[in-house]
C-alpha cells in the first residue's frame, strides 16, 4: 500500500495503562516509546464548519451560500491568519449542507470507554490494546489497526501467533464513511487479514447513531471470530490443490482469481515458497500467499481499492468452493476467448476443464465442514447482536 505522510504507533487505552507493544510487533515497528491510544486520537486533525461563498463573474463579489459549508482544520485555519504561516492549507472538503462531520473523537473515544469495561481472561482490553495509525491526505484520511494482545490464534510450529483486532478509518472528503471491520495480524509474517467480518459503515449523513453501542456488537463478533479462525486454517491445511494435476500454475491461479500480474507473482512467490511441495499447495498456505501479497506490495490506497482483492483472498480460506469455481469460470472464459472462431472449447480444453471439475469434487467433503462452520459463525453473530 501506499506510504501514510505519518504514522502513529500506540500500545495502551490512556496514560494510567503501562502496556508495552508484543515483542514481534515491537521489532516490526521499531518503537520504544509508543502513545497511549487516548493520546494518539486527540493529536488527530479535527474538522469545523465554516461558511463558503462564490465570486459573482460579472460583479467580483464574493456572495456567501448556505447550500455549502466549507470544512476546514481549526489549528491550520488559525495558522493561516498568522503573518508567519500565511502557506498553510487548511481546507479539507466542501460538501452539501446535508453532511455531518464525524470527529476522531466522536468515534474513538466511546471505544476507550468500552475497552477500558470489556475483558479477556479477567484483564482489561484497554490493558491489551495495541496498533497504529495512519494518516494521509494532511490528516484528513485516517485508517488505523487496533489489536489485543492476548485474543489470538496459535498455529502449531510457530513461536509468533495471529492476533485480532479491528481495522478502522474515515476521512473529511466524502470518500470514506466511517467504517470498521474485525482485522489480524500474523506475528509469523506480518501478513495482515483484513474483513474479517463483515464491514460495518456509518456514513456523514444525518443522525449519527450511537457509538458506544456499535462498538459493543462489533468486538463481539472479533472474540467469536477468534474462536473460529483456528478451525477454518486447520480445515483448510487439509485440502491441498495438486497444481500437477491442473491446467494452470500457481501464478495463474491468482491471475486467474482477478490478481493483476505483479500481486499474482508476488502471491504465487510466497505460497511456493512456504508449502512442503511447490507444486502441492493447500489452501491456508494459498490464502497467506495472497494475504502478503497485499500486505506487501498492493501498489494502491487504502480502502475501496483494497477491498475487493482482501474479498478474494478472504474466500480461499473460508470458502474454498466458490474459490474453486470462480477459477474454473475464468479458466472457461479464457478458453473462449483463446478460441479461433469462438465456438467450443477444443479437446485439450475440456480435458483441462474436467481436472477442475475433479477437483472440486474430491473437496466437496470438506466444503460441508467449511460451511457448518460458516453457518454457525453467523448463528452466534446474530445471538451476539440481539
Keep these: ?21 508484543p515483542e514481534w510487533y515491537r521489532q516490526k515497528k521499531r ?13 488527530l486533525p479535527q474538522a469545523v464548519e465554516t461558511t463558503v461563498a462564490y465570486q459573482n463573474p460579472y460583479t467580483d463579489e464574493w456572495v456567501e451560500t448556505e447550500r455549502f459549508n466549507a470544512l476546514v482544520e481549526p ?10 504561516e500565511p502557506e498553510t492549507d487548511p481546507l479539507f472538503h466542501v460538501p452539501t449542507d446535508s453532511y455531518s462531520i464525524i470527529n476522531p473523537a466522536d468515534v474513538y473515544q466511546p471505544l476507550e470507554d468500552v475497552l477500558r469495561e470489556e475483558t479477556i481472561e479477567d484483564t482489561s482490553l484497554g ?48 470518500e470514506h464513511a466511517v467504517y470498521v471491520e474485525g482485522f489480524a495480524q ?3 509474517c506480518s501478513n495482515s487479514m483484513r474483513s474479517l467480518t463483515d464491514k460495518e459503515v456509518i456514513k456523514h449523513v444525518g443522525d449519527i ?22 478451525g477454518f486454517i486447520r480445515d483448510a491445511q487439509d485440502i491441498d490443490l495438486d497444481f500437477s494435476d491442473l491446467p494452470f500454475t500457481v501464478t495463474e491461479f491468482y491471475s486467474l482469481l482477478g490478481f493483476p500480474d505483479y500481486l499474482a507473482e508476488r502471491a504465487a512467490s510466497d505460497a511456493e515458497a512456504n508449502a512442503a ?15 502478503y501479497a497485499l500486505t506487501h506490495f498492493f501498489q494502491g490506497k487504502e480502502g475501496a481499492s483494497l477491498d475487493g482483492y482482501v474479498r478474494t483472498a ?22 473462449e476467448t483463446d478460441g479461433d472462431d469462438g465456438s467450443q472449447a477444443s479437446l485439450a480444453g475440456e480435458r483441462a476443464l474436467a481436472s477442475i471439475e475433479r477437483v472440486n469434487d474430491d473437496l466437496q467433503e470438506k466444503i460441508d465442514q467449511f460451511e457448518e462452520r460458516e453457518d454457525a459463525l453467523r448463528e452466534r453473530f446474530q445471538d451476539a447482536m440481539s
Design 186 to 188: 500474523d506475528g509469523y
Design 209 to 230: 447513531r450511537n457509538f458506544r453501542t456499535w462498538w459493543e456488537e462489533l468486538l463481539a463478533q472479533v472474540e467469536l471470530v477468534a474462536d473460529d479462525l483456528f
Design 127 to 174: 490493558d491489551v490494546m495495541f496498533g497504529e495509525i495512519r494518516r494521509y491526505r494532511g490528516g484528513g484520511e485516517v485508517h488505523m489497526d487496533v489489536m489485543f494482545d492476548g485474543l489470538e490464534v496459535r498455529l502449531p510450529g510457530r513461536s509468533d501467533p495471529i492476533t485480532m483486532g479491528v481495522t478502522s478509518g474515515y476521512d473529511f472528503f466524502g
Design 277 to 291: 511441495s511447490p507444486i502441492e499447495i493447500d489452501m491456508w498456505t494459498l490464502h497467506s500467499g495472497a494475504t
Design 31 to 43: 518503537v520504544n516509546d509508543p502513545e497511549s491510544f487516548a493520546e494518539a486520537v486527540r493529536d
Design 75 to 84: 489549528g491550520r485555519a488559525r495558522d493561516q491568519a498568522t503573518e508567519s
Design 1 to 21: 500500500m501506499k506510504d501514510p505522510e505519518s504514522s502513529t504507533v500506540f500500545a495502551g487505552v490512556d496514560g494510567r495503562t503501562d502496556t508495552e507493544l
Design 314 to 335: 478472504n474466500d480461499i480460506l473460508f470458502n474454498p468452493e466458490g474459490t474453486i469455481e470462480r477459477v474454473e469460470r475464468a479458466y472457461e472464459e479464457q478458453l
